[in-house]
């Protein structure tokens, strides 16, 4: 009878430690995603920074329409340079 009562508390215990191991492994696993999606958005703030000042600095050289276009035509080429390079990698 002793043997059936340590072979469940046994079994109970492990599953405790797995749950303390799982819990600890997802709050990790939250972290590294908030942190992936926060640096996302200040990639995409910062690059929006870079299109707005090569905009405005193009705008010096010529008329605003020219300028925006040149600028949106060079933000769709690196994205998709950048879509190339990733689905050749796979």
Excluded: H
Excluded at 9 to 36: C, N, P, Y
Excluded at 50 to 59: E, K, S
Aim: aromatic residues 4%.
């Amino acid at each position: 009878m002793t043997a059936l009562a340590d072979v469940v508390i046994s079994t109970v215990e492990l599953l405790e430690a797995q749950a303390r191991k799982l819990r600890s492994d997802l709050r990790g696993l939250l972290l590294s995603v908030v942190l992936i999606l926060v640096a996302g958005i200040l990639l995409l703030g910062g690059l929006g920074w870079l299109v707005a000042a090569g905009y405005l600095q193009l705008r010096a050289w010529m008329d605003p329409a020219p300028a925006a276009a040149l600028m949106g035509l060079l933000t769709l080429l690196t994205a998709g340079g950048m879509l190339w390079i990733a689905m050749r990698k796979r």
